[in-house]
């Protein structure tokens, strides 16, 4: 057990539709990363939280969006849902900032769009 | 362009064999670097990581790396496969300048028996 918490395991939900991913990282770990895991783009970042704020960005979509709230937790917001976003969404949660901090995954939250 | 390398999507062992899974970057400064494992329905558990220093380094479950600058390579290696090695193994890189981890496409490791 990794120590991150991820909610819901699995999701199944409609196109066009909008979904919510939840992220409890590691006591203490101010850091929150998104990931997205598919079969042919394979693991993916999305985007980086550091103690609430926006840290880095990476292939994040423009109908995403993400946010870390005091209490550190983040949540991941999905909408206008495509075929294409069914994958395995990972959050990870890390000490610090650096470049060799270890992150600790959660064991993802798997989203499939019919 | 920056680039982690994994070749080879599936790696079928034998069970008490050598196994090699192969990691190369592309950087004109050398990255830290990780390797991940992946068991079925779960998440990613970190194997070993290089930053600095020793360039050999040991990891959980028996697996070692050895970080070669002049190949720009980081292969994953353990003596003697166990039943219970059967899972995906990452490569990840964490280039200069940033730190999120840039993950290769993965290898599925078989062990057969």
């Known amino acids: 057990d990794s120590g991150v918490t991820q909610t819901p395991k699995h999701l199944i939900t409609a196109t066009g539709q909008r979904v919510t991913l939840r992220c409890s990282p590691r006591s203490g770990d101010l850091s929150v990363y998104w990931y997205q895991q598919s079969l042919d783009q394979g693991l993916q970042f999305l985007i980086q939280?550091?103690?609430?704020?926006?840290?880095a960005k990476g292939n994040i979509l423009e109908r995403f969006s993400a946010q870390q709230f005091p209490d550190l937790h983040s949540e991941l917001n999905l909408s206008s849902l495509e075929l294409g976003d069914s994958a395995l969404y990972f959050c990870?949660?890390?000490?610090?900032?650096?470049?060799?901090?270890?992150?600790?995954f959660g064991q993802g939250t798997r989203l499939t769009v019919v | 362009a920056q680039s982690v390398t994994q070749l080879g999507s599936h790696v079928s062992v034998s069970e008490g064999a050598l196994v090699l899974l192969r990691c190369n970057y592309s950087?004109?400064?050398?990255?830290?670097l990780f390797w991940y494992v992946q068991y079925p329905n779960q998440g990613l558990q970190l194997l070993l990581k290089?930053?600095?220093?020793?360039?050999l380094v040991k990891g959980i479950n028996g697996f070692e790396a050895e970080f070669k600058k002049s190949e720009t390579s980081f292969h994953l290696t353990k003596p003697s496969a166990h039943m219970s090695d059967a899972a995906e193994y990452f490569c990840a890189v964490t280039f200069y300048g940033n730190n999120r981890l840039a993950f290769g496409k993965g290898n599925q490791v078989v062990v057969i028996p």
């Open positions: 290089y930053t600095t220093g020793a360039t």
């Open positions: 939280y550091y103690n609430g704020e926006e840290r």
């Open positions: 950087s004109s400064v050398p990255p830290y």
């Open positions: 990870a949660s890390a000490s610090g900032a650096g470049r060799g901090t270890e992150a600790f």
